[in-house]
């Protein structure tokens, strides 16, 4: 699917990612990332280098032997010579593919890493298992998020490609995601919008939620998509999506499904979102721009139901009457120390309750069941 294309221009400098670079900086820049262990080389792309190379070491002096065996023996057996030539070719070839994807994905650093400097912002090549609450961070194993590119302005904002691997026996799937996360300025419930433009077979999410917590918003919300909050936290979910900010969602982030979650919100696809692509970045700066912009009333947003948690807990004074002398203070003002709860969220909010994946289960048992029944007859 291609990333929406943009009303005008970009309003970044794209040069960076298509401009023809110098082999000398390229190889220096990848230099000083691996001094500092970020090259973004996962472990399964290393056993791959190892293999090839193993392969090459072998298969090279195997093939050129057996060439010259059979230019000096025209009578010897050619079924064994064409199967050593087989095994050589996949071998040269696999050593080919290594080494131009090696330099392809040097390049790619190095044209992100000047990408976010043109615009203001930050690269880094890997983290390891990063401490980011969202529901895809916490799955599998060999977490590891790459090609990142960081801005602080107006507030914190990062793209990034991750990867885990959930392993079942001997056999392992390695699930591979495309996020930005955006810093709130307070923790909210833990709300998730499942985008139906990216559903295929059901939602595309790696998570399965209580349908106990669907809410239902007005106007065309539903058609785009499926909003999940916590029971009892419906009026907290009218309030935080007025109709701009729904019709923000629906204009800018159709296709993206989206988290919030403690102090973030994430947007997740199922494609690349560290790319060099400049109409990638063209859609999700669009997006991000767009929805910042009402990120700011969400700051006033505050959880009562942190009083009854901790009734001695502290609270948010109203400045009005705590400037005031009590004598002058009018008779229905609110009691200092009562106006409004900290910031934060109570517990019941804090994360959405999961369900069981029921369909894939199905449709499993219903091919066994199928298998079994074709097989008595």
């Not at 996962?42 to 010259?68: D, E, K, R, Y």
């Not at 107006?154 to 591979?176: A, D, I, L």
């Not at 029971?231 to 499904?257: S, V």
Request: hydrophobic content about 45%.
């Amino acid at each position: 699917m291609s990333a929406p294309q943009p009303s005008s221009g970009p309003s970044f400098d794209a040069a960076p990612l298509t401009d023809p670079v110098d082999p000398k900086a390229v190889s220096a820049f990848n230099a000083e990332l691996r001094a500092r262990g970020a090259t973004g080389m996962t472990a399964s792309t290393i056993i791959a280098i190892v293999i090839v190379g193993i392969m090459a070491l072998i298969g090279v002096p195997i093939l050129v032997a057996t060439i010259g065996s059979m230019a000096t023996s025209p009578g010897g057996s050619g079924f064994a010579g064409v199967g050593v030539l087989l095994f050589g070719g996949v071998g040269v070839i696999l050593v080919i593919g290594a080494v131009i994807g090696w330099r392809r994905a040097r390049v790619t650093r190095y044209r992100l890493n000047r990408f976010a400097q043109a615009n203001g912002m930050s690269y880094e090549g890997k983290i390891a298992s990063p401490a980011l609450p969202g529901m895809i961070f916490s799955l599998g194993n060999s977490r590891m998020s790459t090609d990142l590119v960081r801005g602080t302005k107006p507030r914190f904002v990062e793209f990034g490609n991750y990867q885990y691997t959930v392993r079942s026996g001997k056999n392992s799937t390695t699930y591979r995601w495309g996020y930005v996360a955006v810093k709130l300025d307070v923790p909210l419930p833990n709300i998730v919008l499942d985008a139906k433009g990216n559903n295929g077979f059901g939602s595309n999410l790696p998570a399965s939620f209580q349908r106990e917590q669907r809410l239902s918003l007005e106007g065309d919300f539903d058609q785009y998509f499926t909003l999940y909050c916590p029971e009892g936290y419906e009026r907290d979910a009218l309030y935080l999506f007025t109709p701009d900010i729904m019709a923000r969602f629906i204009d800018n982030a159709a296709e993206l499904d989206v988290e919030i979650v403690d102090d973030w919100v994430f947007l997740y696809t199922q494609r690349k979102v560290s790319t060099l692509d400049p109409a990638t970045w063209a859609w999700l700066f669009g997006a991000v721009g767009a929805l910042i912009t009402k990120f700011d009333q969400w700051a006033r947003w505050r959880d009562e139901r942190l009083l009854l948690e901790n009734p001695s807990g502290p609270a948010s004074v109203a400045p009005a009457a705590a400037a005031q002398p009590a004598a002058e203070r009018l008779p229905f003002a609110p009691p200092v120390g009562l106006l409004s709860p900290p910031p934060g969220v109570a517990h019941e909010g804090r994360r959405l309750k999961r369900s069981f994946p029921w369909l894939p289960f199905v449709i499993v048992i219903g091919f066994a069941a199928f298998w079994f029944w074709s097989r008595s007859f």
